[in-house]
Nanobody, 123 residues
Framework: QVQLVESGGGSVQAGGSLTLTCTASGHTSSPYAMGWFRQAPGKEREFVAACSWVLTTYYTDSVKARFFISRDDTKNILFLQMNSLKPEDTAVYYC?????????????????WGQGAQVTVSS
């Protein structure tokens, strides 16, 4: 089992930046791919970014060149640096872990989830 806890959410004006952190605990010695998803009010949860065990990164088109995912496996931490934030980025952001080396964009591929962190971007 892996437990995930997000932090760093908050409110920011459009054009601002936030960094989300996901701290993993439990059985973290096995290879895990990690990802970020988000869910806006009234919408389905959607893929944002992922980082494989071998540090390959993937992004949904709407956040490319604005968001950057990274991980520090010595500290079991996953980051999401979010720049040039837009009101449409407002959502609850979830950290997720997937057993194995390679990441994916489907939420049904992930085995463990955090509780979520609210990000609100005002215009």
């Amino acid at each position: 089992q892996v437990q995930l806890v997000e932090s760093g959410g908050g409110s920011v004006q459009a054009g601002g930046s936030l960094t989300l952190t996901c701290t993993a605990s439990g059985h973290t010695s096995s290879p895990y791919a990690m990802g970020w998803f988000r869910q806006a009010p009234g919408k389905e949860r959607e893929f944002v970014a992922a980082c494989s065990w071998v540090l390959t990164t993937y992004y949904t088109d709407s956040v490319k060149a604005r968001f950057f995912i990274s991980r520090d496996d010595t500290k079991n931490i996953l980051f999401l640096q979010m720049n040039s934030l837009k009101p449409e980025d407002t959502a609850v952001y979830y950290c997720a872990a997937k057993r194995g080396y390679y990441s994916g964009s489907g939420d049904d591929e992930y085995d463990f989830w955090g509780q979520g962190a609210q990000v609100t971007v005002s215009s």
